[in-house]
Nanobody
Framework: QVQLVESGGGLVQAGGSLRLSCAVSGRTFSRYVMGWLRQAPGKEREFVASITRSGISTSYSDSVKGRFTISRDNAKNTVYLQMNSLKPEDTAVYYC???????????WGHGTQVTVSS
């Protein structure tokens, strides 16, 4: 069974930075496309970023492009989200997801809260 555990969320002032981590159990981490999604209060969950199995290719939503960077370490079974120049509108619960197939993510973490104060 695949388990995803996020960490690194917290409270930060606008313009600040945070680095989220997602540790994935099991031996199949390198087989999965990995992603980060977020859900703000009263809004639907939205895509933030994804990274291919090898880590060579990444994809970002327009709202975070140029500010956030997704990366992975297949030796550590961990995916990261470096968030810079944070804005109050980045406030949300951030979820790590694994194994994007058939337009759905098959595995999810429980989420970590990110709050950006103005």
């Amino acid at each position: 069974q695949v388990q995803l555990v996020e960490s690194g969320g917290g409270l930060v002032q606008a313009g600040g930075s945070l680095r989220l981590s997602c540790a994935v159990s099991g031996r199949t981490f390198s087989r999965y496309v990995m992603g980060w999604l977020r859900q703000a209060p009263g809004k639907e969950r939205e895509f933030v970023a994804s990274i291919t199995r090898s880590g060579i290719s990444t994809s970002y939503s327009d709202s975070v492009k140029g500010r956030f960077t997704i990366s992975r370490d297949n030796a550590k079974n961990t995916v990261y989200l470096q968030m810079n120049s944070l804005k109050p509108e980045d406030t949300a619960v951030y979820y790590c997801a694994a194994d994007f197939a058939g337009s759905i993510w098959n595995y999810w973490g429980h989420g970590t809260q990110v709050t950006v104060s103005s």
